[in-house]
């Protein structure tokens, strides 16, 4: 069963950045073919950040969308978050997750692998 380990999380001030990642271990690419970023900020439901598809196709929350950036690398088995223009309420534990088929499902119920996160903190 394919793996998932983030790492990039930390403590930044309102209007820094950081890459989070996300390395996938090796073993059958279907159960990837869609992989996302969740977070999840104390006292709240995980909501879906962003999505990437097999075919590089991407989707965002519109809380997020022209601040993050879902990205892969097929070669390294490896997704990545870019995640500008920081605000406090971005405060959350991100985590990485992956499923098999589509992503235009966003639910985080619908994926079945998933990392032990990653902590940003912004203040």
């Known amino acids: 069963q394919v793996q998932l380990v983030e790492s990039g999380g930390g403590s930044v001030e309102a209007g820094g950045s950081l890459l989070l990642s996300c390395a996938a271990s090796?073993?059958?690419?279907?159960?990837?073919?869609?992989m996302g970023w969740f977070r999840q900020a104390p006292g709240k439901e995980r909501e879906g950040v962003a999505r990437?598809?097999?075919?590089?196709?991407?989707f965002y929350a519109d809380s997020v969308r022209g601040r993050f950036t879902i990205s892969k690398d097929n070669t390294k088995n490896t997704l990545f978050l870019q995640i500008n223009s920081l605000k406090p309420e971005d405060t959350a534990m991100y985590y990485c997750?992956?499923?098999?088929?589509?992503?235009?499902?966003?639910?985080?119920?619908?994926?079945?692998?998933w990392g032990q996160g990653t902590q940003v903190t912004v203040s």
């Open positions: 090796a073993g059958d690419p279907s159960t990837t073919a869609c």
């Open positions: 990437i598809d097999s075919t590089g196709r991407t």
């Open positions: 997750a992956a499923k098999g088929g589509s992503c235009y499902v966003p639910w985080p119920n619908t994926f079945d692998l």
